[in-house]
């Protein structure tokens, strides 16, 4: 059958194209999902959120669509940039105090010029 | 504006030595959390606190421990130290609420010897 959103740990693209990384998540309880981004040596940085009362949202050059019905997230980029080389998180929750995030695996992106 | 204070950023210990990390939240949030991040891994959360007291365990060995303070820092003390403990560590903090995204520290580096 069709594999939707197969995670894959690498991605590569050129400049100016449109990236899409895919995320599944686990919990069906999991009602706040997050897109992380992470360069060497740094924390991970926030990108994008979306509750799960919406299936879209949109941010500055990204996108993120949830599908939960599948249990599945993904980010768009638009115009990817170099500067958009990263490793790339999706995270979970439930909206409670102090509630873990529970990261998914990440997703390297390399954008070459 | 104002983020989220790790120290040290690198700590070299050797094996069986104790090993305190020390993090700052970011003004007004009250909840901090403390994730694990090997080489090539997603951050592994291990604990977290919310207005001084543990909200959430993860995978957080019994030789940790961590505490949440009245000015709300927090430290995660590591006991008798394993070369497996060498990893990123970050600290994370948020408001309460449990649906804002949690901003991360740039992590400290333990490696243990």
């Known amino acids: 059958g069709e594999s939707v959103g197969l995670h894959l740990p690498t991605l590569s693209v050129q400049e100016g194209d449109n990236s899409i990384i895919n995320c599944a998540y686990s919990?069906?309880?999991?009602?706040?999902f997050i897109w992380y981004k992470q360069e060497s040596g740094k924390g991970p940085q926030f990108i994008i959120d979306?509750?799960?009362?919406?299936d879209k949202r949109q941010g500055q050059r990204v996108t993120v669509l949830l599908n939960k019905t599948v249990k599945h997230l993904s980010l768009q980029i638009a115009a990817t940039q170099p500067g958009d080389s990263a490793v790339y998180f999706c995270a979970e929750n439930r909206r409670q105090a102090g509630t873990a995030l529970i990261f998914g695996k990440g997703t390297t992106l390399s954008v070459s010029s | 504006a104002a983020g989220v204070i790790q120290s040290p950023r690198h700590l070299i210990k050797e094996k069986r030595e104790t090993a305190t990390l020390k993090c700052y939240p970011i003004?007004?949030?009250?909840?901090v959390y403390w994730y694990q991040q090997g080489p090539g891994q997603d951050p592994q959360f291990l604990i977290s606190f919310y207005e001084k007291m543990q909200s959430d365990k993860g995978s957080i060995p019994d030789r940790f421990s961590a505490q949440q303070f009245s000015d709300y820092h927090s430290e995660l003390n590591m006991s008798s130290l394993e070369l497996g403990d060498s990893a990123l560590y970050f600290c994370a903090s948020s408001p309460s609420g449990g649906d804002s995204p949690l901003h991360f520290g740039n992590g400290t580096r333990l490696t243990v010897t």
């Open positions: 979306i509750r799960s009362n919406m």
């Open positions: 919990n069906s309880a999991s009602d706040y």
């Open positions: 003004p007004r949030h009250d909840t």
